[in-house]
């Protein structure tokens, strides 16, 4: 073989080797859970990573449906936590973004999310999108599952604890919006709505309502409100839950 032709298999081998490289592979859950329950989900990344890379792990998911405590490395001697977001979109989905650095060489990084699921049935708890970056250049990335969700042929039922959420429409974009919360047993529940700067505009109150789901519509004083990012709390003995919403113009 000439030596010409074996300059070229190896620079041919080289691309390959390089192509591959930029191929992660990303496993994600795809269960069936019941709303309210409070759940470690594993995520493994399959993409080779020297000491001292950083990897951005960014997650896009319905927020309406699922709340993100905390993501980061299964093994703290393989990666270790430097920064995270957690953002709403324009369209109401959250985005959760971690920021790691490697601390030794690896060929896999499993990760756990600490989550809390919201809402199933019609709106299931899913992660719609995944992306990579790897010393902030983007992978190619393949998914394998995402769907956190009860079966929507089972009926929702009342799990012994309080919850709040979906907002329809989202984001809100008149004076008037949808909200569903859940209540563990009878009591007289108030929702609030904050600013940005963490002041209160609203306040709605009702009468003792049983356990169980409620959707009530609230009216927005427009007045009160610009363009931005605002926070439902459902106040209910002495316990106050937060659901994120946007109000448009």
């Known amino acids: 073989m000439t030596a010409r032709r074996l300059l070229r298999l190896a620079l041919t081998a080289c691309a390959t080797l390089r192509v591959c490289a930029q191929v992660a592979a990303v496993t994600l859950p795809d269960t069936s859970l019941d709303r309210g329950t409070v759940a ?3 995520i493994v ?12 792990v960014r997650l896009v998911y319905s927020r309406a449906a699922l709340a993100i405590g905390d993501l980061a490395a299964k093994f703290p001697n393989d990666a270790r936590t430097i920064a995270t977001t957690d953002e709403t979109l324009p369209t109401g989905d959250g985005q959760y973004t971690v920021r790691l650095v490697c601390l030794r060489s690896v060929t896999r990084l499993e990760l756990v999310a600490r989550c809390t699921i919201l809402w199933s049935g019609s709106s299931p708890a899913r992660f719609s999108d995944v992306a990579i970056y790897r010393n ?9 599952g995402g769907t956190i969700a009860l079966d929507p042929a089972l009926p929702l039922v009342v799990e012994p604890s309080n919850a709040i959420g979906p907002i329809a429409p989202h984001p809100i974009e008149g004076d008037r919006f949808r909200v569903t919360f ?9 929702l609030l709505l904050y600013d940005p700067l963490g002041r209160e505009l609203m306040q709605w109150t009702w009468g003792r309502l049983p356990a169980g789901p409620h959707t009530v519509e609230l009216t927005l004083d427009r007045n009160a409100t610009s363009a931005g990012m605002y926070h439902l709390c459902l106040r209910v003995n002495g316990h106050v839950l937060i659901a994120p919403c946007i109000i448009a113009k």
Do not use: K, N, Q, Y
Not at 136 to 144: E, G, K, M, N, Q
């Open 136 to 144: 902030s250049r983007p992978l190619a990335v393949r998914i394998d």
């Open 40 to 42: 470690v989900l594993p």
């Open 182 to 190: 859940w209540l563990a047993g009878s009591a007289e529940p108030t």
């Open 45 to 56: 990344v399959e993409t080779a990573a020297a000491a001292g890379d950083t990897l951005d």
